[in-house]
């Protein structure tokens, strides 16, 4: 037993497990099993996974012959599971900087978007940089990630929609992923924007017939791995028929279903993500009431976003309802050049405050519910035996704090570990 063990996390004053039964997403009967312990500790073995998580004195009792390559002592300290962020738009050339003050001086998204800003702008400076280039803005972004306590998060592409520049945003994020500790589930989302001078038609013809088709010989032989796929269902973007067409496509060449939807304007996606039995639908400001039904009955998450709602003062996402409904509500950062943010706890701080969740819930959606909206809740999102050792480790008596001390998590966060290693 003693050569496998890598590291022991003895004596927090809390460990947030999350779920420990096994569970693959929390909804609002769930959260009743949100499970915590206080003076506890926990350990990894060398496969990276967790070994042991319980009292103390137990697993003081239990590994005392052990060795352990790192132990650390979180007297004081409280442990939850890595943050998982599930929606980002991180690769990208350029800023829109110029964009924030023209939207605080009163210009929407869809304006700018129409005017040729916004995506357009973006796709513009992207599909010029080279792939080392884009690498370099995508580092410190990923890092900048970690050290806000996220150790899984989901990638788009997006800013190329023209094929070659799709590749080469996947390759950039494939090569992020050999080289960066951060897990990243990564997502084709080549239907973000209609490129210029084509239709949507047009567009969605070329998806299905020569951008899929080419996505698939690459992941084929191992050039590429692409875990999902997106499209910006909206008023003026891709309609619900492109969308739907699209997204079984991507099913069909074994891509996962997570989309945007319902943002702008209701589109009725909720019941489009209900129906392909989508994993996640994304935004969902506009969510209907049929929607709401359709998600909890089918399963299908809710990724909500409060910083864009903030940002462009939308409409919030309808947490509450979505919850009580019996929808699985999980949380990502959107970030992207719209939405600066990178930090998980300032999205479950807004969660909390302005979508009205618990901080049970909030945590439960940044974690196991994230985890389960990139299909990954078998390995992910909770602290218990066999997941993954993925946590970081807090300088408060509560964790609590980590939502309540907004904008602190920079002093709160005291380790990032992921596979039972401090990164
Ligand atoms: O999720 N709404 C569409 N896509 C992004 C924004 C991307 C951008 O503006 O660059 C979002 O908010
Ligand atoms: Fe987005």
């Not at 590429?224 to 997106?230: F, M, R, T």
Request: with cysteine.
């Amino acid at each position: 037993m003693s050569n496998d063990l890598r590291l022991l996390v003895k004596n927090a004053k809390q460990i947030v497990l999350v779920c420990n039964n096994g569970e693959r997403y929390l909804t609002k009967d769930g959260m009743k099993k949100f499970a915590l312990m206080e003076n506890a500790s926990l350990v990894v073995g060398k496969d990276g996974l967790v070994k042991a998580v319980g009292p103390a004195g137990l697993i003081d009792s239990q590994y005392k012959e052990a060795s352990f390559e790192n132990v650390i002592d979180a007297s004081g300290m409280c442990v939850i599971p890595g943050l998982i962020d599930a929606h980002t738009h991180p690769v990208w050339a350029g800023d829109r900087v110029h964009e924030f003050a023209m939207k605080l001086a009163g210009a929407t998204y869809m304006e700018l978007h129409q005017a040729g800003g916004g995506i357009h702008y973006t796709v513009e400076h992207t599909s010029r940089a080279s792939p080392e280039q884009l690498l370099a803005g995508l580092r410190p972004r990923l890092l900048r990630m970690l050290r806000a306590g996220t150790t899984l998060a989901e990638c788009k592409s997006g800013y190329g929609l023209e094929l070659d520049a799709e590749v080469k945003m996947l390759s950039v994020i494939e090569q992020a992923r050999r080289e960066l500790p951060i897990g990243i589930s990564s997502t084709y989302c080549g239907a973000h924007a209609v490129p210029r001078g084509k239709t949507a038609s047009q567009a969605t013809d070329e998806i299905l017939k020569v951008h899929l088709p080419k996505l698939k010989d690459k992941m084929s032989k191992g050039e590429l791995s692409i875990d999902n796929i997106d499209v910006f269902c909206e008023r003026g973007v891709f309609d619900l028929n492109c969308t739907r067409a699209i997204l079984k496509a991507g099913q069909d060449i074994g891509l996962q279903i997570n989309f945007h939807g319902d943002e702008l304007y209701p589109t009725n996606s909720a019941e489009l993500g209900a129906e392909l039995s989508a994993l996640a639908v994304s935004h969902l400001e506009e969510v209907s009431d049929e929607g709401i039904a359709a998600m909890a009955k089918s399963k299908t998450s809710a990724v909500l976003l409060p910083t864009t709602a903030y940002i462009l003062r939308l409409k919030q996402p309808r947490a509450r309802d979505m919850l009580d409904a019996g929808v699985i509500v999980a949380l990502g950062s959107d970030f992207n050049p719209n939405a600066y943010c990178c930090s998980m706890p300032i999205v479950m701080h807004l969660g909390c405050v302005n979508m009205k969740m618990s901080m049970n819930e909030a945590l439960a959606a940044a974690t196991i519910n994230a985890a389960y909206a990139l299909g990954k809740s078998h390995l992910h999102g909770s602290l218990e035996v066999d997941k993954q050792g993925d946590l970081i480790i807090l300088n408060s008596a509560r964790w609590e704090h980590l939502i309540y001390q907004f904008g602190g998590h920079q002093e709160l966060i005291r380790y990032v570990i992921i596979k039972g290693m401090v990164v």
